[in-house]
């Protein structure tokens, strides 16, 4: 099992630690990129229309500035830098034991600035997105895409790829033939109708990658054993409002299947 899941828009500055060190990040391979996303970063970062070419408002101009300090400000755990509903339900901080070492070698977060990190790998908080056209490099979603399939293609083979992505992320690395691509899609069912969920997705998929670094048993390895451990979350003693109520594989499209989760609305 591989999870995949996109970065958090808010992210939690770390208050004390060492400063990121790029050769102690999983995907040592990824190191000369990560350095010149960076590198083109900072100098972006120091334009006086920053915020304009990082695609973000005015609001947010103090973490545009934090990208000027990143090779010395205080890095902590990415499981912990990244917040927001995502990853407030995923709870990825707090696991312990055999749920830890899951997130550990299963769980991947796509980052316009680092490529692909692990949970434990150390990072500031930043600002930028995966669909930003960055000076000196295009389109980071190209750019990665270039460089990600070197240590993703691997690990990913004969596994089952659980995506949790945006559409910006998802452009950065596709698995390859042998695994198991499945997206994972939030509905919510009302009346009889159903409709596409964005905001509340998250949480929907947050509570997946919960569910499945948490629950008993071996990890899935197939989409059909995916959508059976899915299926676990409509047992839920609590079936209210936004609770899981059914889940539903798809066929393969286009070399993947589509896992939806169907919400009581």
């Not at 980071?140 to 659980?162: N, S």
């Not at 197939?222 to 594989?249: D, F, I, K, Y």
Request: net charge positive; glycine share 10%.
């Amino acid at each position: 099992m591989l999870v995949l899941l996109p970065p958090s828009e808010g992210k939690t500055a770390p208050t004390r630690g060492a400063p990121v060190d790029l050769s102690e990040l999983s995907g040592t391979a990824l190191t000369p990129a990560r350095e010149r996303v960076l590198t083109a970063l900072e100098r972006a970062s120091a334009r006086p229309d920053a915020a304009a070419v990082l695609g973000v408002g005015a609001k947010v101009a103090d973490e545009v500035r934090r990208n000027l300090d990143l090779r010395t400000a205080p890095a902590a755990p990415a499981a912990t830098v990244y917040t927001g509903v995502l990853y407030a339900a995923a709870g990825l901080a707090g696991l312990r034991g055999t749920a830890l070492r899951r997130a550990r070698e299963g769980v991947r977060i796509f980052s316009g600035l680092w490529g692909v990190l692990a949970p434990a790998d150390a990072v500031p908080a930043y600002r930028l997105s995966m669909g930003v056209d960055l000076p000196g490099l295009g389109k980071l979603g190209t750019f990665w895409r270039a460089q990600l399939g070197g240590v993703l293609d691997e690990r990913a083979a004969g596994d089952v790829v659980v995506d949790c992505r945006s559409a910006a992320y998802a452009a950065a690395w596709h698995p390859p033939a042998d695994a198991e691509h499945v997206v994972v899609q939030v509905v919510r069912e009302h009346g009889g109708r159903r409709q596409v969920v964005s905001h509340n997705a998250k949480h929907a998929r947050g509570v997946l990658t919960h569910h499945l670094l948490t629950r008993p048993g071996r990890p899935p390895r197939t989409a059909e054993a995916l959508a059976g451990a899915a299926e676990e979350l409509t047992r839920s003693p609590t079936q209210g409002t936004g609770a899981v109520h059914a889940v539903e594989l798809g066929p393969v499209t286009r070399g993947r299947r589509t896992l939806t989760l169907v919400e009581r609305g």
